[in-house]
């Protein structure tokens, strides 16, 4: 069997691998194996095979790495996004606020501990914005 036939089981083997764990970053190293078995194709000795599945696998996982992190700087905690929580930016009505500045507010059918969200806000009753669930409370902003 050939050297490049040997990279192809390779790159195979690591997809199954990406398959049963669900780690993109497993295709990224595909990539570069794949690049070696093409280099093996085109004649390269075993040296610059190896350097290609390593610059190419290399390159790949951390364009990846890259585009995901900038993907998550932008978008909010899972506690304030309403594509994540379904809470979030709902309107419940607070028909008063204790003196400790939170409030018992009925959601949903269930009542719920609520607090202001910014400290800039003053504690009026009256219609809110769930701006954040977190654990059982809810982050109210006026609506």
């Keep these: 069997m050939s050297i490049a036939a040997w990279w192809w089981l390779a790159t195979g083997a690591v997809i199954v691998g990406e398959l049963l764990t ?9 990539l570069g194996l794949g690049a070696a078995a093409i280099a093996a194709h085109a004649g390269f000795g075993i040296g610059a095979q190896m350097a290609a599945a390593a610059v190419i696998g ?3 996982t951390t364009v990846w790495h890259l585009r995901v992190r900038r993907r998550q700087k932008g978008a909010p905690h899972a506690e304030a996004n309403a594509d994540v929580n379904i809470d979030v930016g709902q309107t419940v009505t607070v028909a008063e606020w204790k003196s400790d500045g939170s ?13 202001l969200a910014g400290a800039a806000q003053t504690a009026q009753p009256g219609s809110f914005r769930i701006a954040q669930v977190t654990g059982s409370v809810l982050l109210l902003e006026a609506a």
């Design 22 to 30: 669900g780690s993109v970053y497993l295709l990224m190293v595909a």
């Design 103 to 115: 409030a018992e507010v009925r959601y949903r059918g269930a009542a719920w501990q609520a607090k």
């Design 58 to 60: 290399s390159a790949a």
